[in-house]
């Protein structure tokens, strides 16, 4: 099972799967595990949405109605066979996941769950007001399911059914997020800084996690109205909406297989609570909503990774680290700039925060192989300047020109597909990822596979070169036997390293370096001097930020020194360092 890479718990756990009809159980057992199935599609697609992309979304259940309704239309009103509706119900909820998500992803912080219950809400209304959907009373008669001449008639028969469709959304959603594609949508939850610098377009990825979270609901709604043979607007409410990602959230939302079990978790439950509350508390009602909303909080406050990471622990997941094979084919690389050509002016740069001039009119020039220190004190607009080069921000006034082209309004990815790659002040890494995964985001650009491929696993070649890159980079900067591990676990001067390391992954021609040696001792500061050294040596341009003058005044051709957002000196270190302004300005006595 290699190319699957299942371990033997994963491997017992399908085996049980497939003989539980086989075992003498009741029927009301095969219909729950039925309804487990068709809950764990819709649970994935919120996995994938909220525990890894960071988007919290309490809508999914009228996905579920998208693709409910649509195959009861086709198969009951224009005789079209089950099969052939299953793409028709899968393309709508696709395409209105789409124009829901363009919208709806523009909202943030609490906004974005209360958008999500907003058009939940709306649709399920609209599902019992539409004269062609049968209104409240739905739509009855729904062919089952047939495959050569065998109908699917009762909850047996679909059970595999359902189930084969349950492994296979797993094991293709595993697949994309081991992935280019995947590292992107990871990177979501860590803020969009860092990925949009190597070219993730993080807009792009939320709205592809959004809609692939409503297919996966839509196939659900599929499955659902030929198990049950009726469809009304009931099960597509805002309760279910809350109980899915409760099913989510419940068995671990960071995790695909917990997602299956959360489903299960949650509606074993709701049948017991159903069956024994109204008992022991002896009035009926739907108590079993108020158990859940004190289980969710007690979750949020005492197992936020959810009850899938306490199963982790017994029986740990054994797949195999990702490691390029050997042989594997090196990434194309970049052709370097002459020497010393311009690869970017900056022609009185100037960026206003209201009344705050944070960078004043600067000027000056980056030229390939070359290293350029960019000095000054706390609030000099050191930062801010790199952030104006690299896209983050918009110029208030005057001209930057990459590579002798007008930069105009540029973006962070237009700017990484140019050869530009940068650190930051204070290091963006991704705590959840390996060394390995955050040191790959950086090579983001130069892998073209998309959403199918990567789904299907179809791009592992090119995935092998992107991690031998990621890999070729880690043991360039000294962080080889740090691969695997979570970058969260990792000291402050090895992220600085990493996320250099990262940057080199871009094949960059200019590295824009913001206080790269904070952290590191002094022997680890030689060891990234020689780096930097040899990097020029190739043709890569750096600029760089720093406060320690020595490791700084050893290194660059030339310095630049900013205060107040004003250039206020530049040209050869030793004359700068002599400068009057300079030292009054910043340098004081350690000049």
């Not at 993730?200 to 979270?213: D, E, I, P, Q, S």
């Not at 409760?246 to 299956?260: E, K, P, R, S, T």
């Not at 790269?516 to 043709?539: M, N, S, V």
Request: with cysteine; charged share 15%.
């Amino acid at each position: 099972m290699k190319g699957l890479n299942i371990s033997l718990p994963g491997l017992a756990a399908i085996a049980l799967l497939a003989i539980i009809p086989l075992l003498p159980v009741p029927p009301f057992v095969i219909t729950l595990m039925d309804n487990i199935g068709l809950a764990s599609l819709v649970a994935i697609g919120l996995v994938l949405l909220t525990g890894v992309g960071g988007l919290t979304s309490f809508g999914q259940a009228a996905f579920c109605g998208f693709g409910a309704y649509t195959t009861a239309l086709l198969t009951t009103s224009y005789g079209l066979s089950p099969w052939l509706s299953l793409p028709v119900s899968l393309a709508v909820g696709a395409m209105c996941a789409l124009p829901l998500g363009l919208i709806t992803m523009r909202l943030s912080g609490h906004y974005l769950p209360l958008g999500t219950i907003a058009w939940g809400i709306a649709l399920y209304y609209l599902f019992g007001q539409l004269d062609f959907l049968g209104r409240y009373d739905g739509i009855t008669g729904i062919p089952p399911l047939e495959i050569a001449g065998h109908r699917f008639l009762d909850t047996t028969s679909m059970y595999y059914v359902i189930w084969t469709f349950v492994l296979l959304l797993a094991f293709g959603a595993r697949n994309l997020l081991d992935s280019r594609v995947g590292r992107g949508i990871r990177a979501l939850r860590g803020g969009s800084a860092a990925a949009e610098a190597f070219g993730v377009n993080t807009g792009r990825a939320k709205l592809t996690v959004f809609v692939f979270a409503g297919v996966a609901a839509a196939l659900s709604g599929w499955l659902y109205a030929h198990l049950q043979r009726t469809v009304n607007p009931t099960p597509f409410g805002l309760n279910m909406g809350i109980e899915y990602l409760l099913m989510a959230v419940l068995g671990g939302a960071g995790h695909i297989w917990g997602a299956i079990f959360g489903a299960g978790i949650v509606l074993l439950l709701k049948e017991l609570l159903q069956r024994y509350l109204p008992w022991l508390i002896g009035a009926s009602g739907n108590f079993e909503a108020v158990f859940f909303g004190i289980l969710l909080v007690a979750m949020l406050q005492f197992a936020r990774d959810g009850l899938w990471s306490f199963v982790l622990r017994i029986l740990p997941e054994k797949a195999p680290k990702p490691r390029a094979e050997d042989g594997t084919a090196p990434l194309a690389k970049r052709e370097m700039p002459a020497h010393g050509s311009p690869l970017v002016t900056l022609d009185k740069a100037r960026k206003q925060f209201g009344g705050l001039v944070a960078v004043n009119d600067v000027s000056f020039e980056i030229g390939a192989g070359e290293i350029i220190g960019l000095i000054g004190p706390n609030g000099a607009g050191k930062s801010t300047t790199f952030d104006l080069i690299t896209g983050v921000t918009t110029l208030s006034g005057g001209q930057i020109r990459l590579s002798g082209r007008d930069a105009g309004v540029h973006r962070p990815g237009d700017v990484a597909r140019q050869g530009v790659a940068r650190t930051f002040q204070h290091a963006k890494i991704f705590p959840d990822m390996t060394a390995l995964e955050n040191a790959a985001l950086g090579a983001h650009l130069r892998g073209n596979a998309g959403v199918m491929r990567s789904f299907l696993h179809t791009e592992r070649a090119e995935e092998a070169q992107i991690l031998a890159e990621a890999d070729r980079q880690l043991e360039r900067v000294g962080l080889a036997e740090a691969r695997d591990r979570p970058a969260g676990d990792l000291p402050l001067g090895q992220l600085r390293i990493l996320e250099i390391a990262r940057a080199l992954a871009l094949d960059p021609n200019l590295l824009l370096l913001d206080e790269p040696a904070a952290g590191l001792r002094h022997g680890e500061k030689q060891q990234l001097a020689d780096l930097l050294r040899k990097l020029r040596a190739e043709g890569v341009a750096i600029l760089l930020v720093e406060h320690d003058m020595s490791f700084v005044m050893e290194l660059v051709d030339r310095l630049v020194v900013l205060d107040f957002g004003t250039v206020i000196a530049e040209g050869d270190p030793h004359k700068v360092r002599n400068d009057p302004a300079v030292i009054a300005a910043y340098l004081g006595g350690v000049a």
